[in-house]
Protein backbone atom coordinates (compact mmCIF):
# COMPACT_ATOMS: atom_id res chain seq x y z
CA UNK A 1 0.00 0.00 0.00
CA UNK A 2 1.23 3.78 -1.25
CA UNK A 3 1.67 5.77 2.02
CA UNK A 4 3.25 9.16 0.72
CA UNK A 5 3.85 10.62 -2.91
CA UNK A 6 0.70 10.65 -5.41
CA UNK A 7 -1.95 8.13 -3.89
CA UNK A 8 -4.14 8.41 -6.97
CA UNK A 9 -3.67 5.20 -9.29
CA UNK A 10 -4.75 6.83 -12.40
CA UNK A 11 -2.32 9.58 -12.16
CA UNK A 12 0.74 6.92 -10.94
CA UNK A 13 -0.80 4.92 -14.34
CA UNK A 14 -0.43 7.73 -16.43
CA UNK A 15 2.55 9.28 -14.89
CA UNK A 16 4.34 6.08 -15.43
CA UNK A 17 3.89 6.09 -19.41
CA UNK A 18 4.94 9.46 -19.94
CA UNK A 19 8.48 9.37 -22.12
CA UNK A 20 10.91 12.28 -22.28
CA UNK A 21 9.43 15.23 -24.54
CA UNK A 22 6.19 13.82 -24.25
CA UNK A 23 2.96 16.06 -23.09
CA UNK A 24 1.05 15.96 -19.89
CA UNK A 25 -1.47 18.86 -19.31
CA UNK A 26 -3.15 20.01 -15.61
CA UNK A 27 -5.80 21.83 -16.20
CA UNK A 28 -8.43 24.00 -14.32
CA UNK A 29 -12.28 22.90 -14.33
CA UNK A 30 -13.00 24.51 -16.82
CA UNK A 31 -10.64 23.68 -19.66
CA UNK A 32 -12.32 21.76 -22.50
CA UNK A 33 -12.35 17.91 -22.96
CA UNK A 34 -11.11 15.63 -25.75
CA UNK A 35 -12.41 12.38 -26.29
CA UNK A 36 -9.43 11.05 -27.45
CA UNK A 37 -7.12 12.09 -24.51
CA UNK A 38 -6.74 10.23 -21.31
CA UNK A 39 -8.26 12.30 -18.54
CA UNK A 40 -7.94 11.79 -14.80
CA UNK A 41 -10.78 14.50 -13.51
CA UNK A 42 -9.56 15.02 -9.65
CA UNK A 43 -11.69 17.76 -9.33
CA UNK A 44 -13.68 18.00 -5.71
CA UNK A 45 -15.50 21.15 -5.44
CA UNK A 46 -13.88 25.17 -6.18
CA UNK A 47 -10.31 24.97 -6.18
CA UNK A 48 -10.00 21.70 -4.32
CA UNK A 49 -7.30 20.60 -5.85
CA UNK A 50 -5.62 23.65 -7.72
CA UNK A 51 -3.73 23.46 -10.09
CA UNK A 52 -0.60 24.06 -8.62
CA UNK A 53 -1.13 21.78 -5.89
CA UNK A 54 -0.83 19.37 -8.29
CA UNK A 55 2.12 20.55 -10.49
CA UNK A 56 3.84 20.87 -7.01
CA UNK A 57 2.84 16.92 -6.19
CA UNK A 58 3.73 15.72 -9.95
CA UNK A 59 6.55 17.39 -10.19
CA UNK A 60 8.18 15.32 -7.14
CA UNK A 61 8.64 12.38 -9.71
CA UNK A 62 8.40 13.87 -12.81
CA UNK A 63 11.30 15.68 -14.60
CA UNK A 64 9.74 18.88 -16.63
CA UNK A 65 11.75 20.71 -19.77
CA UNK A 66 9.27 22.83 -20.39
CA UNK A 67 6.34 24.31 -19.35
CA UNK A 68 3.68 26.17 -21.67
CA UNK A 69 1.27 28.45 -20.11
CA UNK A 70 -1.47 31.29 -21.93
CA UNK A 71 -0.31 35.00 -22.14
CA UNK A 72 -3.55 36.11 -20.16
CA UNK A 73 -2.53 34.17 -17.05
CA UNK A 74 0.20 36.82 -16.62
CA UNK A 75 -2.32 39.25 -17.68
CA UNK A 76 -5.04 38.78 -14.88
CA UNK A 77 -3.47 36.99 -12.11
CA UNK A 78 -1.80 39.29 -9.44
CA UNK A 79 1.70 39.57 -9.16
CA UNK A 80 1.76 37.06 -6.30
CA UNK A 81 0.00 34.21 -7.94
CA UNK A 82 2.13 34.60 -10.81
CA UNK A 83 5.04 34.66 -8.05
CA UNK A 84 3.92 31.49 -7.08
CA UNK A 85 3.62 30.03 -10.29
CA UNK A 86 7.01 30.73 -11.40
CA UNK A 87 8.24 28.84 -7.87
CA UNK A 88 6.17 25.98 -8.52
CA UNK A 89 7.71 25.39 -11.73
CA UNK A 90 11.24 26.25 -11.27
CA UNK A 91 14.08 24.94 -12.83
CA UNK A 92 11.71 24.23 -16.66
CA UNK A 93 11.76 26.68 -19.07
CA UNK A 94 8.33 28.52 -19.05
CA UNK A 95 6.73 29.31 -21.86
CA UNK A 96 3.72 31.72 -22.74
CA UNK A 97 1.47 31.59 -25.84
CA UNK A 98 -2.05 32.88 -26.46
CA UNK A 99 -4.78 30.52 -24.60
CA UNK A 100 -6.24 29.61 -28.12
CA UNK A 101 -2.75 28.83 -29.48
CA UNK A 102 -2.13 26.82 -26.12
CA UNK A 103 -5.07 24.58 -26.70
CA UNK A 104 -3.78 23.00 -29.85
CA UNK A 105 -1.02 21.98 -28.13
CA UNK A 106 -3.90 19.71 -26.55
CA UNK A 107 -3.97 16.37 -28.75
CA UNK A 108 -0.20 15.52 -28.69
CA UNK A 109 -0.70 14.84 -24.81
CA UNK A 110 -0.48 11.45 -23.09
CA UNK A 111 -3.11 12.57 -20.72
CA UNK A 112 -4.89 15.78 -18.61
CA UNK A 113 -5.36 15.77 -15.01
CA UNK A 114 -8.64 18.23 -14.64
CA UNK A 115 -8.35 19.97 -11.13
CA UNK A 116 -11.52 22.12 -9.66
CA UNK A 117 -8.95 24.95 -10.07
CA UNK A 118 -11.25 28.11 -10.85
CA UNK A 119 -8.07 30.67 -11.23
CA UNK A 120 -8.47 32.23 -14.73
CA UNK A 121 -6.31 30.55 -17.25
CA UNK A 122 -4.31 28.56 -14.98
CA UNK A 123 -3.89 25.61 -17.49
CA UNK A 124 -0.49 23.98 -17.69
CA UNK A 125 1.65 22.22 -20.25
CA UNK A 126 4.22 20.03 -19.28
CA UNK A 127 6.95 18.87 -21.35
CA UNK A 128 8.75 16.01 -20.20
CA UNK A 129 12.75 16.19 -19.83
Do not use: C, Y
Not at 107 to 123: C, E, K, S, V
Amino acid sequence: MLVHGILNPNILSLLARVRHTNVLVIADRGFPSWPMIETVDISLVDNVPTVLQVVTAVRQNFVVAEAWMAEEFLQVNSPAMRKAFAAGLKGANRLFEPHARLKQRVPAAIGLIRTGDTMPFANVILISG
